[in-house]
């Protein structure tokens, strides 16, 4: 067991490795426009540079400087995406672009869902047909039940 | 010790490969001593995985470190709960879980049926077995984790460990793997008692009623499991939120829309004698579905801060996935004469198209999530480029299909098994429409313009009102009829059809859980740097960091934030938000500190210090309504647990095997 003095300077160096932290550089809402049409690639989170809470992330902070500087020096929102992608290429998107093959990765779920209602709409059409529905024969032995059934329902109303 | 629990672990395999062979010879030569001895296989290998399991902990508590596994995810300054929690923390461990967790199950229900179903038990047991044999075969041979380190020829003991991520040491994530893979795990039951009975050629929906408690705990477990993940992400990772659509939390999410479909979808069979290819279909969709999310956390398919190290694990995942689906499908078709419905339709404007309905829109979620997770891969595989779909994209394809999803809990139950008419509809939905829509009004004009926002408020109070409604005109009745308080009715029937009600609760503890997501577009936050005395504000807060204090433990060391919050210039709170680094892995971690109330949160994260300032990054967000969501997650438990509590009234349903819909039958249970 380590003394004390040595746990202390222990301690302070172990702080030292892990407490410090640069200054983060501030979401402003200019930079959260553009930041949030781009994807955080820091592998830790599936947020965007916008939204990205880690403080030393190694993506986000950096992104939003250069979103910061290329504003300043009057670039438009779709240029510096522009540029994002140049440099990254699509992944740079937090979505995938509406266009090409990507668009099919925004036109599947309602695609999907749209084949799911022409299903119900057979399943309907193909069990709703037909013979209607007959009250099937009721066993002796549950005349009395259907009775009591028949007046708490009465009671209900 | 190790030997023993590796070996433990082989003779486990051996006993869920014979239990197979036992159970399938067995019942083809109609041998009941090969049955008998197969179930009997089933209890060893149980016996025999809590042997390894036992040694394990053993070895993680009391420090083995010649064992690879408890060097990488154990140390001696860890607390034992900790240290217990390890045993799922890596790979080779979450894996002898799992393996443990089926053969408990699989004990419990072979000797809970041992003289029941004797058609269906033994294929049954053999399909459990056939999983088992393969979470086995992964851990003897591929990740065991009793592997030794060794140097040359010598066995080497490191003296301590790495320990556990420190973010994984937290409460919840002592109970949150266990209890998601309690669910995970459990969805194997229904899947075995339903693959068997397509097997078997059963006719009748005995698998079902077999099931339908054990699908309901399941179902429960993931749901608990899933909520405590958002619970602890919320806690630890310091950026507020509950979900952020990572493809493993996604992976976890899928069998619970399916499992909640069936939960739904297997109503209409039990009652009607309907959807029962989709049942088989719902079923294993849902076995399948928590193998794939297992696969997912494994195999390193796609990127995500979930998952364990990437491994050649995958190819045994992805091959077993491909023979038990193709098997699966084989199975469906070949005994479609069996699974046919037994009546016909009458209206479209009745329950069963709302179940219907429901069906479809929480499968469309399920597809729409996992299509997402995966497209990224898809994509690289079709053009060559790696293409990010982040958070905005499940936003916007999820949030209008949940408000779908919102709206059918609530019209459900206002509409009549069979057909409603339009004056029943008008009765039933005129208040609660008037209501919604007067609260979109006044919410419009105290200013909230967000269009989702706005609906999500108006149908949770058009549900609420319904199911409300359903429990006061019930609950009038009984009173009218017996004398007691309106409370004590509604007890009452809730206690008279408890499913029933016990649903209707779990669908409130949905809707005070969506008021919780609704908040979500109003969060704010900000993030400053700011020395001892400096204030900042944040909505209508003020904040000053009024002092730093450090100090350290055996496990790690710390700084420690005192942050006092002002609303109309008086302190409200003093928050203490603490930044910690921890020895043995020299990995950073935030303690965020938490002011809840049912309004909003005040969520305060102490990021770090500036390098040579006494400053600290601090930041800090307003999360409006998120209490609701843990909330919520209580009144579904509790919905839940009413759903387990045997009616005191049965309603049996009658059918005819052509058409219609036969009488229901009222039984008083001896009380």
């Keep these: ?157 | 010790m190790e030997n023993v629990g590796a070996l433990a672990i082989i003779l486990a395999f051996c006993f869920s490969v014979y239990a197979i062979l036992a159970s399938v010879v067995g019942k083809w030569k109609a041998n009941p001593f090969l049955l008998l001895s197969a179930e009997r296989a089933v209890y060893c290998n149980f016996l025999l995985l809590t042997a390894a399991s036992g040694i394990l902990v053993y070895a993680l508590i009391a420090g083995d470190f010649r064992l690879a596994y408890v060097a990488q995810h154990s140390n001696r300054s860890m607390p034992t709960a900790y240290k217990f929690a390890s045993w799922w923390g890596g790979q080779a461990g979450s894996l002898l879980l799992w393996a443990w967790l089926l053969s408990l199950y699989s004990a419990i229900i072979t000797f809970q049926n041992r003289r029941k179903f004797r058609d269906m038990m033994p294929w049954t047991v053999a399909i459990l077995m056939f999983v088992q044999g393969f979470f086995n075969l992964l851990i003897a041979f591929i990740a065991s984790p009793f592997d030794i380190l060794v140097q040359g020829r010598g066995i080497i003991d490191v003296g301590d460990g790495q320990g556990l991520n420190p973010l994984l040491q937290y409460w919840t994530m002592v109970i949150h793997p266990p209890i998601l893979y309690l669910g995970y795990v459990g969805f194997t039951v229904p899947f075995a008692f339903a693959m068997a009975s397509l097997i078997s050629k059963q006719k009748g929906e005995e698998w079902i009623h077999t099931t339908r408690r054990w699908s309901v705990v399941t179902w429960f477990f993931q749901s608990t499991g899933i909520l405590l993940g958002a619970g602890w992400a919320y806690a630890v990772l310091g950026w507020g939120g509950y979900w952020g659509w990572d493809p493993v939390e996604n992976a976890s999410l899928l069998p619970w829309l399916t499992s909640t479909a069936f939960l739904h979808s297997v109503i209409m069979q039990e009652k009607k004698g309907m959807m029962k290819i989709w049942n088989m279909v719902l079923v294993a969709s849902t076995f399948f579905l928590c193998i794939f999310g297992t696969t997912l956390t494994r195999t390193g398919l796609v990127s995500s801060v979930h998952a364990f190290a990437q491994s050649p694990i995958g190819v045994y995942f992805f091959t077993f996935l491909g023979l038990g689906i193709a098997g699966t499908i084989y199975l469906i078709l070949d005994r479609l004469e069996y699974l046919k419905t037994e009546t016909k339709l009458e209206s479209v404007v009745s329950r069963e198209s709302t179940f219907l309905f429901n069906n479809l829109i929480l499968v469309a979620s399920c597809f729409s999530i996992l299509w997402g997770t995966l497209f990224p891969v898809i994509s690289e595989a079709v053009t060559g480029e790696k293409i990010s779909v982040d958070a905005p994209f499940f936003n916007k394809v999820n949030v209008p299909i949940g408000l779908s999803l919102l709206f059918l809990t609530g019209v459900g139950p206002l509409i009549a098994w069979r057909r409603s008419s339009v004056e029943s509809l008008k009765r039933a939905f005129f208040w609660p429409t008037v209501g919604a829509l007067v609260l979109t009004l006044v919410l419009i004009f105290a200013g909230i313009r967000h269009f989702y926002a706005l609906m999500s408020f108006a149908l949770c109070l058009f549900v609420t009102w319904t199911i409300l409604g359903e429990f006061y005109k019930g609950s009038v009745a009984i009173r009218a009829k017996t004398g007691q308080n309106l409370l004590a009715a509604a007890v009452e029937l809730t206690h008279r059809n408890t499913r029933r009600y016990g649903g209707y609760l779990v669908h409130i503890g949905i809707v005070i859980m969506f008021i919780g997501f609704t908040g979500k577009a109003f969060d704010k936050d900000t993030t400053v740097e700011v020395g001892v005395g400096e204030k900042f504000r944040l909505g209508g807060y003020e904040m000053q960091v009024r002092e730093l204090v450090d100090g350290d433990n055996e496990n790690y060391s710390w700084r420690h934030a005192k942050v006092d919050v002002f609303q109309n210039g008086k302190l409200v709170r003093t928050m203490e938000p603490e930044r910690r680094g921890y020895k043995a892995s020299r990995q950073p971690t935030s303690e965020v500190d938490i002011w809840r109330r049912l309004n909003e949160d005040v969520y305060v994260n102490f990021a770090g210090s500036g390098v040579g300032s006494n400053k600290a990054v601090i930041q800090a967000y307003i999360f409006p309504l998120v209490s609701w969501i843990w909330v919520g997650f209580w009144v579904l438990l509790i919905g839940t647990v009413v759903c387990l509590i045997p009616s005191k009234v049965k309603l049996q349903y009658a059918r005819t095997q052509v058409v219609g819909v036969a009488s229901k039958q009222y039984v008083e249970v001896p009380k």
């Design chain 1, 1 to 157: 067991m380590l003394k004390f003095p040595n746990r202390l300077v222990l301690a302070l160096a172990l702080a030292a490795i892990c407490l410090p932290q640069s200054s983060t550089k501030l979401v402003t809402p200019e930079i959260r426009r553009v930041g949030d049409k781009l994807a955080c690639k820091c592998g830790a989170c599936n947020n965007t540079v916008a939204t990205c809470s880690m403080l030393e992330c190694h993506y986000s902070l950096p992104a939003r400087e250069k979103i910061d500087e290329m504003q300043k020096a009057g670039s438009a929102d779709q240029t510096i995406i522009d540029t994002f992608v140049k440099e990254s290429g699509l992944s740079a998107l937090a979505t995938p672009p509406a266009e090409g093959f990507f668009l099919l990765g925004w036109l599947m779920p309602f695609i999907a869902i749209s084949l799911g209602l022409v299903s119900v709409a057979i399943w309907f059409k193909r069990f709703a047909k037909g013979t209607p529905a007959t009250q099937a024969p009721v066993p002796e032995i549950d005349r009395r039940y259907l009775d009591r059934m028949n007046k708490e329902l009465q009671d209900l109303e």
